[in-house]
């Protein structure tokens, strides 16, 4: 909306024009009997009309209930240095992005920073790309703009980079000429992902200086400690700590030396404050004190763990309504669709056909009841969408780890697993550090072949009518030089697997053998395999690191890119080179026209002459 294009109109012009089709609607009315007609003009000039639009008006309540909670426990929010150096840049600069792992407090300080700036009335939050075309900037309706995960929340989604890549330059002036301020978040691995894609798009590059990185290690240790005291203040169990006599500064010191020493490659780290929030959420982890500090994760592998007893049902049915939520791509599950037995959703059904259990009532009053019993410890429930989420990423893939476990249920994990899980959690035998890795045998290769082949499949369902994934296809399509081109999803190439240069050829052989059907663009997904072997080659023997990857993956893109515009050049040839032959050709007929024409002319006047 801020686009349309608006035609000024001087305040007495309008006047004039107005008194004219005013006086001629009186005119009319009084001569048709309709006496109160300047009664109802008064009315319409008078009255003051909305500004808002429906849609802007949406995404001011969805902002609105976005807030609500955080509005509502400002006082237990702890403004670390971090905080106070974002709020610094959006002062001088109007933009910032929140990078960091899970559980930093990213969405948190996204919101704490806009509530630090504007009213609340005066934030928007999008949540699609299409929402900023929704926003009419010459109303001066809003004066934050909030974009949380704009790349995706579990894995870099293409699909969302590719639409929000249209009006980031849009977004990016509208902070430089001051109209707005503009927080971005992205996890950081996802990130820099992206930066392949946005060479162009300077603000996620951290040497331009928009970049905040949110990290544990950051945090001193009277910040820890403060955020720890304000959780236990929030959720009213400073008395169950007492309780249980623990050591706040030993649990601070704990964490201090153990569990947040995160690598750059670790997509799965339990970040300080989220970390905080779930303890002293629940008395069994309140129990073990600095301990659950030491590895989380651990502990939460153990809780899902002992929930998967298949012989006593009304445990292991807390088991299942874990893994109905998992499962689901969105991470989401809505409690509707649990409500009886007619209105299960497939995948529920699914879900239940794993273990050969009948969608019964039964069944669904155990699912139910156990979503109950898993909130504010496993699950949260969403109150305003009617959903349960897990509270933690990380508890999600802890029960896909535990349900794939070798010892269980391997292949049906492979096939249910989300897409943020398959690229951060599936391994094979060779992977180090597996304990909280599914680790897939040779055995089970072709599973794993045909999931890759079906996320491939499913990013080429998306919409890139107007931007391939790859961008010099892009700028190609932009110069009309070809027509644009689908490539398979170059973040699944991201995936360590498919750095194993065996599993690559088994894949290859698989796709060459037809092993899924809807694989439209088969050749490209085996030259794809067919450089990857190349390139894999031309690095030392070993597991290829994250650093590798990223320079294999960037000279992968180099070189198809470069076979594309050769390809297209090549192309643009041949089709040029038809068009000339086309014209000679019509040029010759044309020609052949003309002569057959005066031949029959001149004949017509022979035989007249003759006659």
């Keep these: 909306m801020q686009h349309k294009h608006v035609a000024s109109l001087e305040e007495q012009e309008f006047e004039c024009s107005w008194n004219v089709q005013a006086k001629a609607m009186v005119d009319l009315g009084t001569s048709c009997g309709l006496h109160d007609i300047q009664d109802t003009i008064n009315h319409i000039r008078t009255k003051s009309l909305d500004k808002e639009f429906a849609e802007m008006r949406n995404l001011r309540e969805n902002t609105l209930l976005f807030l609500k909670e955080y509005l509502d426990y400002k006082q237990y929010y702890v403004e670390t240095d971090t905080f106070h150096q974002a709020d610094k840049m959006l002062n001088k600069k109007h933009l910032t992005v929140l990078t960091g792992h899970p559980g930093e407090g990213k969405t948190t300080m996204v919101a704490y920073l806009a509530l630090k700036r504007s009213k609340p009335e005066n934030i928007v939050q999008l949540s699609h790309a299409s929402d900023w075309r929704k926003i009419d900037l010459t109303m001066k309706l809003f004066s934050t703009v909030i974009i949380d995960d704009i790349f995706g929340a579990g894995a870099l989604d293409i699909s969302l980079l590719s639409e929000w890549k249209r009006y980031l330059r849009e977004i990016v002036q509208a902070a430089t000429e001051k109209r707005l301020d503009v927080i971005i978040t992205s996890r950081h691995y996802i990130k820099e992902q992206a930066l392949d894609y946005l060479n162009d798009i300077s603000i996620f590059k951290d040497e331009?200086?928009?970049?905040?990185?949110?990290?544990?290690?950051?945090?001193?240790?009277?910040?820890?400690?403060?955020?720890?005291?304000?959780?236990?203040?929030?959720?009213?169990?400073?008395?169950?700590?007492?309780?249980?006599?623990?050591?706040?500064?030993?649990?601070?010191?704990?964490?201090?030396?153990?569990?947040?020493?995160?690598?750059?490659?670790?997509?799965?780290?339990?970040g300080f404050p989220q970390c905080s929030n779930l303890f002293v959420q629940n008395e069994k982890m309140i129990k073990l004190g600095p301990l659950f500090f030491e590895k989380p994760e651990a502990y939460f592998k153990t809780c899902i763990e002992q929930l998967y007893n298949v012989k006593d049902d009304d445990i292991f049915h807390k088991f299942l309504a874990l893994v109905i939520v998992w499962a689901e791509p969105t991470g989401r599950i809505k409690a509707d669709s649990v409500r009886n037995p007619a209105n299960a959703s497939e995948h529920i059904r699914y879900v239940a056909s794993i273990f050969d259990i009948e969608v019964n009532r039964k069944f669904i009053e155990n699912i139910i009841s156990s979503l109950k019993s898993h909130q504010k410890d496993l699950l949260l429930y969403v109150e305003h969408s009617g959903e349960y989420m897990f509270s933690h990423n990380v508890i999600g893939d802890m029960v896909g780890v535990v349900l794939g476990d070798a010892r269980r249920k391997t292949v049906e994990t492979i096939e249910l697993c989300p897409r943020g899980f398959l690229m951060d959690r599936i391994c094979l035998e060779n992977a180090?550090?597996?304990?909280?890795?599914?680790?897939?045998?040779?055995?089970?290769?072709?599973?794993?072949?045909?999931?890759f082949a079906k996320m491939i499949c499913s990013s080429l369902a998306?919409?890139?009518?107007?931007?391939?994934?790859?961008?010099?296809?892009?700028?190609?399509?932009?110069?009309?030089?070809?027509?644009?081109?689908?490539?398979?999803?170059?973040?699944?190439?991201?995936?360590?697997?498919?750095c194993n240069k065996h599993f690559v050829e088994i894949f290859m052989k698989y796709i060459i053998e037809g092993g899924h059907e809807q694989v439209p663009v088969t050749t490209r997904v085996i030259e794809r395999c067919k450089l990857r072997l190349q390139l894999i080659s031309e690095f030392p023997l070993g597991e290829i690191d994250y650093?590798?990857?990223?320079?294999?993956?960037?000279?992968?893109?180099?070189?198809?890119?470069?076979r594309r515009i050769e390809e297209r050049v090549a192309d643009v040839k041949r089709r040029s080179e038809e068009r000339r032959n086309e014209e000679r050709i019509a040029d010759l007929i044309r020609r052949l026209k003309d002569w057959f024409e005066e031949i029959t002319a001149e004949s017509t006047s022979k035989i007249i002459s003759s006659k």
């Design 208 to 270: 331009e200086g928009y970049i905040v990185h949110l990290a544990s290690n950051d945090l001193t240790y009277n910040e820890k400690r403060e955020i720890l005291l304000l959780r236990a203040k929030r959720y009213a169990s400073e008395d169950m700590l007492k309780g249980y006599h623990v050591d706040i500064d030993s649990c601070v010191l704990t964490s201090k030396s153990n569990s947040f020493k995160i690598d750059k490659t670790d997509n799965f780290a339990f």
């Design 432 to 451: 180090t550090n597996k304990e909280y890795l599914v680790v897939v045998g040779i055995d089970n290769y072709h599973h794993l072949c045909k999931k």
């Design 462 to 498: 998306r919409d890139y009518s107007t931007e391939s994934t790859c961008v010099i296809d892009s700028a190609l399509c932009e110069l009309e030089m070809s027509e644009p081109v689908i490539d398979p999803d170059f973040e699944i190439f991201w995936h360590r697997i498919l």
């Design 547 to 562: 650093i590798n990857r990223g320079e294999l993956i960037i000279n992968e893109m180099t070189l198809i890119c470069t």
